[in-house]
């Protein structure tokens, strides 16, 4: 697990900061779970959020970006890969990892990364924030898009 070393998270206020979280619908009870601990972050910072479920973690990237482009200050992706038996977990975890660096960067604004590429469910299970699970990657993901805007804000001032 990567969870040594990690920076303090929660205890922020993200009053009139606008989230929209994406997540993806595939391995749902993984997906349903790192969502669920995207809105409790926002929640617990009263952040203005709202929720956009797509298929899978393909059509993150085109959604964040319409997202960031309607005005929203951040979004947070959530999505689930596991590799399987063929190149496609290759391709679809780059492919996703590349557009959603591309969307924050040309947009400008934070892009929250919760997508897990993993070798099974249970290394999602581990991640989700489920009770047992090791980490909480949907909330990990919220609360660093929400501090990213907060430190682009102390830039412009």
């Known amino acids: 697990m990567?969870?040594?070393g990690q920076p303090q998270q929660g205890g922020i206020d993200a009053t009139g900061i606008r989230v929209v979280?994406?997540?993806?619908?595939?391995?749902a009870r993984i997906s349903d779970?790192?969502?669920a601990g995207s809105e409790r972050m926002l929640e617990e910072a009263n952040a203005d959020y709202r929720v956009?479920?797509?298929a899978g973690a393909f059509e993150l990237a085109v959604v964040a970006q319409r997202a960031l482009a309607e005005g929203a200050d951040a979004v947070v992706t959530?999505?689930?890969?596991?590799r399987g038996g063929t190149p496609h977990f290759e391709y679809i975890a780059s492919a996703t990892t590349d557009g959603l660096t591309r969307v924050a960067l040309d947009a400008g604004k934070p892009v929250g990364f919760g997508v897990l590429t993993i070798d099974d469910e249970q290394q999602g299970l581990d991640?989700?924030?489920l009770e047992g699970s090791?980490?909480?990657k949907g909330f990990e993901a919220a609360d660093a898009a929400v501090r990213a805007v907060l430190a682009l804000r102390d830039l412009s001032t």
């Open 2 to 4: 990567a969870g040594t």
């Open 78 to 82: 959530l999505g689930v890969i596991i």
């Open 127 to 129: 991640r989700a924030g």
């Open 33 to 35: 779970a790192l969502l």
């Open 21 to 27: 979280v994406v997540a993806g619908t595939w391995h």
């Open 134 to 136: 090791k980490e909480d």
């Open 52 to 54: 956009v479920r797509v």
